[in-house]
């Protein structure tokens, strides 16, 4: 399992064990070939209560993250008790694109919380408040529920399953589906015109004093400008 994921599962058994009974359920998603079933396995015995499967082929191409955004939109439409947070990791760990909440969030006219390291749910005002991670320090966030939040690596450690819950986890419902049950279609929307290497460096120079290294600026056409 993707470790943002296995952060974001962690953070729902916690959100239940804070919440209590107003958490009714916790369901998980993935979408992968059939042996993609054992991730969610292990979803359950961390102690959510039910899964999805949402069949590929196997060796079909790599998912894009607007055709996962799409295919949770149509899972979140589809439960009938309604959802009021969806947790998901903040990026892939093969392309680490990093946009899927993003654009379910947008898809579902939904609040969002990007990479967060806290998250403090008010089931009674319907609030999430979430603390992320942004360059140079911590942002803190009221969302009103339903909303979308990613998670970052130091929002929890998760746990590891126990043997009792390993053996429980085989019998806890998995619902499955085909992507055209859902009326998405997955096909790649992108396509990789031309990788390249970077430019190699020049390696640089040491100079002497001062006077030596403004001559070799003035040699590579660096002077400074008068103000």
Known sequence: ??????????????LRERLKDAVKSI???TIGPPKAVETLRTALAMGAD?????????????LEPLAVAKTLRELVARQKEGVDLVIMGKQAIDD???QTGQML??????????????????ASAKVANVTREIDGGLEQLKCQLPAVVTTDLRLNEPRYASL????KA???????FTPADLGVDLAPRLQSLKVTEPPKRIGGGKVANV?????KLKEAGITPKRV
Do not use: Y
């Open 1 to 14: 399992m993707n470790p943002f994921d296995e952060i974001a599962v962690e953070e729902a058994v916690r």
């Open 27 to 29: 369901k998980v998603v």
């Open 105 to 122: 969030a947008g898809l579902m006219d939904w609040a969002q919380a990007t990479f967060a390291s806290k998250v403090d749910v008010d």
């Open 96 to 98: 680490d694109a990093g």
């Open 50 to 62: 039910s899964a999805i499967h949402v069949e590929i082929p196997e060796g079909a191409p790599s």
């Open 164 to 167: 009792p819950n390993i053996m």
């Open 211 to 215: 006077d030596e290294l403004l001559a």
């Open 170 to 176: 085989k019998k806890k419902p998995i619902e499955k």
